[in-house]
């Protein structure tokens, strides 16, 4: 095959996507960091899948036309670093299309240089060992190796085989990579994606398999999610939801369905996959919860356990219909101007939602670890909100990539300041230096500067045996994490707070605020405070230590000094 046309890049970029999505939790699992909040692939998956909703049923036969559809696709659901990357990289392959409706391999190659410029170009400090640097290699490997009688499969194969040996070159680049004895997670995702283009290439697109990714996700995350509580209560739910059809089936709502779940019980493990969702739930109420997600789907498995009577089943009747819960996904697109400032933040459990409106933020994006919000998620609240000055704050490293990209294309009557805070206490303190009397530029200033009188940590467990900064750490231990270095690793969440309050408190330090999260229990939470009037009151007599309901999942305790 020496030309190919829009179909076959359809085919490509839809084989290329569920190879992912079949491997995604594979490549989730080489997180560097032992916490449990890998989701490389996850937002690789996600991005690519929504690049694959808009060409899935197309038929037009243009590269061009295919190419403008997929690029759309993928920079609305852009998720995370890594799926802002990975949009950026065929965003930039399809301006290199340009208006062809055939490529050669040369035309492909062309298109893969500009996508590489594109996504560097998006990334403010490059670093090498990640996913740029294989997709770079491999594609100077093919201009390297380029003649005019190469055929695509000849092409892809020069580019999978390279992107391979780069992959394995990563730790040698990033130190930190080697230390922890993993490749590069980005890198592996785009692997995936290049085998599964190849294979369409011989006729062999690449299906989904759900049943499979299913159980390797929950192999490999249901152990990285929320702890258990000791105390079980009420019946074990599990069920896995096909959603849809759009006939029949209301319109579903993450954000609206995992509140949902939040109000009606708790021990939550949660994992979508594009038009699946699986549910795990401690709950009182199983048949209101069933009856509640059956609105937007067919069941394909349940599973109801009580608690207290093992094996105990319940009826398929699951008895009276809910009272509908109201759908607060607006229709309307932008919002007219009636205000002048609006002040967004991501945030993930009721506590910090609230804490952060007490703050002043009147709109609040769902996500942190594990569910990062995509650019269009952004896009929609921020032409929402009414107001002509929107400030963003994503309080985490991993979503600022997406915000940005939504200040860019935001309705332009719109300005739209992100604020780079990288934690939830940055976040907090920089909501607390908005001053509405100000203009855009001092509050920006202001906000920016709350930031460095701030210094955080968090408290979370380990889903692997790793070494970092000198300290040996077990799958399971209770790890203390600060600015990405561990600084306990034990048995002891107190322990673990005692660690991080000696690293973060100074001889300026005058509050310290610990905001619980959800597997934090009574006891936990009563021999933090015991420690408190005692231990830490004599350690630290200058210091107002406050204890603050977060909610959040993840992190036991998330901890800012200011």
């Known amino acids: 095959m020496k030309t190919i046309n829009g179909q076959d890049l359809k085919l490509m970029f839809i084989s290329g996507a569920n190879n992912l999505y079949n491997h995604y939790p594979e490549v989730d699992a080489l997180n560097v960091f032992p916490v449990p909040d890998g989701d490389t692939g996850m937002n690789m998956n996600l991005t690519l ?19 403008k559809a997929f690029s759309v696709g993928l920079f609305n659901g852009a998720k995370g670093n890594s799926g802002v990357i990975t949009s950026q990289i065929f965003i930039g392959f399809a301006r290199g299309v340009g208006d062809k409706d055939q490529l050669t391999v040369g035309d492909f190659l062309e298109a893969m240089q500009t996508g590489v410029a ?49 992959l394995d070159r990563t730790p040698d680049l990033l130190p930190i ?9 980005g890198s592996a995702g785009l692997v995936r994606i290049f085998e599964g283009m190849r294979s369409a290439l011989s006729d062999k697109v690449i299906e989904r398999d759900d049943e499979a990714t299913i159980n390797n996700l929950m192999a490999h995350t249901q152990k990285a999610q929320i702890k258990i509580e000791e105390e079980e ?5 599990e069920f896995i939801l096909k959603l849809g059809p759009k006939e029949s089936k209301k319109e579903f709502s993450t954000n609206r369905f995992k509140n949902f779940l939040e109000a009606h019980g708790n021990s939550i493990v949660y994992v979508e996959n594009d038009d699946l969702v699986k549910v795990h739930i401690h709950t009182l109420n199983p048949g209101t919860v069933l009856n509640n997600a059956q609105q937007y789907g067919e069941f394909m498995k349940i599973k109801v356990d009580n608690m207290t009577e093992q094996h105990h089943t319940i009826h398929e ?13 607006s229709k309307v697109d932008v919002t007219p101007i009636t205000k002048k400032y609006a002040l967004i933040a991501v945030s993930s459990g009721e506590g910090l939602d609230e804490y952060f409106k007490e703050c002043g933020v009147e709109y609040i994006v769902s996500g942190g670890q594990t569910m990062n919000p995509s650019t269009d998620d952004f896009v929609k609240v921020i032409n929402q909100t009414g107001a002509s000055t929107v400030f963003i ?10 915000a940005q990209q939504a200040a860019d294309v935001s309705d332009s009557r719109i300005a739209v300041y992100v604020v780079p805070t990288r934690t939830i206490p940055q976040g907090i303190s920089s909501a607390f230096a908005f001053d509405e009397s100000l203009e855009p530029n001092d509050n920006v200033v202001n906000m920016r500067d709350a930031l460095n009188n701030v210094r955080s940590g968090e408290v979370t467990y380990s889903i692997r045996d790793s ?25 002891s969440k107190l322990e673990a707070i005692k660690a991080l309050c000696k690293e973060l408190i100074g001889e300026d330090s005058g509050i310290v605020t610990l905001y619980k999260g959800q597997d934090a229990n009574e006891s936990e939470l009563n021999e933090l405070n015991a420690a408190i009037k005692g231990e830490f009151k004599a350690l630290y007599p200058d210091v107002e230590f406050d204890v603050v309901d977060g909610g959040q999942p993840v992190y036991s305790f998330l901890i800012g000094v200011e």
């Open 49 to 67: 899948s929504s690049g694959v909703k808009e060409i899935q049923n197309r038929i037009d036969t243009s590269a061009s036309s295919i190419m």
């Open 118 to 166: 594109n996504a560097y170009h998006v990334v403010n400090n490059p670093v090498e060992g990640t996913i740029l640097t294989v997709v770079r290699e491999s594609t100077q490997k093919l201009a390297d190796e380029f003649n005019e009688n190469m055929s695509f499969k000849k092409a892809m194969d020069i580019m999978i085989e390279e992107a391979k040996a780069s």
């Open 177 to 185: 990579l080697k230390q922890v004895g993993v490749v590069d997670s």
């Open 233 to 237: 209560f009420g019946y074990c739910t």
């Open 317 to 329: 009747d699951y008895g009276e219909e809910i009272e509908e819960v109201r759908d607060s996904d």
């Open 393 to 402: 704050l994503p309080n985490n490293s991993n979503i600022f990539m997406a």
């Open 467 to 491: 070494e970092m900064d000198g300290i040996s750490i077990k799958k399971d231990d209770i790890i203390a994490m600060t600015n990405k270095k561990c600084v306990y690793s034990g048995l």
